[in-house]
């Protein structure tokens, strides 16, 4: 009788062990869902999110990546950009908001493309959710604002030479 105890509760600890690998294991975190629209059959892919604790470490190594940062390796790239874009005669403060704006569409986007890149590695396909969140725990105004300085003193410079 003890024997089939025992036996009984050892199946149902492997039942417990395959459940949980078995659910914890997707290959996929995303599901086809059918809605119907004004008479149209339309397949929506939808994507669950990311869990945060396996994106945590994504968001450590981007920080760790924007600290190095390289402005020279991206300075003629801003710089073409702002000779176009903002005008010679403006006063030091509209020219540091106008050369902002610049800098951070530029390292907006290179931040969004190291955002999908990570998460792809985590998640293919990954939620807008996922980016939203990894991007709202990244802090860049310090960043930007040295970068905007860096700018605007190198345009400056070169207006007066």
Known sequence: MRYNQ??????????????????????????????????????????APIEEDLLAPLVTDIQDEMRVFDVVAHHDTLMARIKDEVSTELDTEEMTVHIRDIVTSYMDKILLDRIEEGLSKIQDPYSEEDVKWVRSQINTDDLYHLITIYEREFYKRELAQ
């Open 6 to 47: 025992n036996i009984r509760t050892l199946m149902a600890i492997i039942l417990l062990i395959v459940t949980i690998v078995l659910t914890g294991c997707k290959p996929h975190a995303s599901e086809t869902k059918k809605y119907e629209l004004e008479g149209e059959e339309v397949e929506v892919e939808e994507v």
